[in-house]
Nanobody, 127 residues
Framework: QVQLVESGGGLVQAGGSLRLSCTAS????????MSWFRRAPGKEREFVAG????????YYADSVKGRFTISRDNAKDTVYLQMNSLKPEDTAVYYC????????????????????WGQGTQVTVSS
């Protein structure tokens, strides 16, 4: 059974930092794009950041560019999201997603492109 397990969420004050982790089991994603999405209360799920399998390309939503950094360790089948300068509007459930395709050059930014999802981790930023 393929599983993506997120960790690292929590409550932080505005301006603070958190680091999310997502570890895969049951299937390796070392040859696939991985991304983070989030869903804020009352809003649709939105793309946050993605990284390709070769770890030489990343892609960010405009709202997090310059504040968030996505990275991955393929040897550990783990993807990270370093979140700095957090704002109250970053409050959401953050989900890790894995692309079922391998060796693709692009990083999909739509949820429909991903077949594997974690259960989510709550990030709450207080003002």
């Amino acid at each position: 059974q393929v599983q993506l397990v997120e960790s690292g969420g929590g409550l932080v004050q505005a301006g603070g930092s958190l680091r999310l982790s997502c570890t895969a089991s049951g299937r390796s994603f070392s040859n696939s794009a991985m991304s983070w999405f989030r869903r804020a209360p009352g809003k649709e799920r939105e793309f946050v950041a993605g990284i390709n399998w070769r770890v030489d390309s990343t892609y960010y939503a405009d709202s997090v560019k310059g504040r968030f950094t996505i990275s991955r360790d393929n040897a550990k089948d783990t993807v990270y999201l370093q979140m700095n300068s957090l704002k109250p509007e970053d409050t959401a459930v953050y989900y890790c997603a894995g692309d079922r395709r391998s060796f693709t050059a692009t990083i999909p930014d739509t949820a429909a492109a991903y077949d594997y999802w974690g259960q989510g981790t709550q990030v709450t930023v207080s003002s």
